[in-house]
């Protein structure tokens, strides 16, 4: 049980931190790629990070629940402990803002490339789509960083 164990904690935490950390460089490229205010630059920066977010969140958004159910399992807890219910609460929340930020991410890749075909400036419409953007990601970084308070400290409610 204790190989198996470790294995599954390694497995979780390490999803976890990819969760985290492909969120975190996302955010900071997009929000770079924007600034520079060039259309040919959020293109290329958005097809990137629409790529890392299909190869990497979604495999930790997969991943997270699947080792988290094992680990539940294996070390006795019910389903339905106060802390587990607020981490699912959160992770549902986490997925509600990445969902369409996924669908806004491949659509500002559209419109920064059209522009830049056209050798026009972003458009009106990235700029607002991107604001929307930016306001779900806090929702989605603070939720995260609620699962992982929740995981390491097992609150007692």
Known sequence: MTETYVLLKLVHVLSAAVLFGTGAGIAFFMVRARRTRDPSIAAAVGRMVVLADFLFT?????????????????????LDEPWLLASYA?????GACWL???WIQQRLTRLAGEAAAAGQPLPAAYDRLY???FALGWPAFAGVIGVYVLMISRPSF
């Open 100 to 102: 369409p930020v996924v």
């Open 131 to 133: 604001r929307i953007w």
């Open 58 to 78: 979604a495999t930790a958004v997969v991943v997270q629940p699947v080792s988290g159910l094992a680990l539940i399992r294996l070390q006795g807890y019910a």
């Open 90 to 94: 959160l992770f549902l929340l986490v």
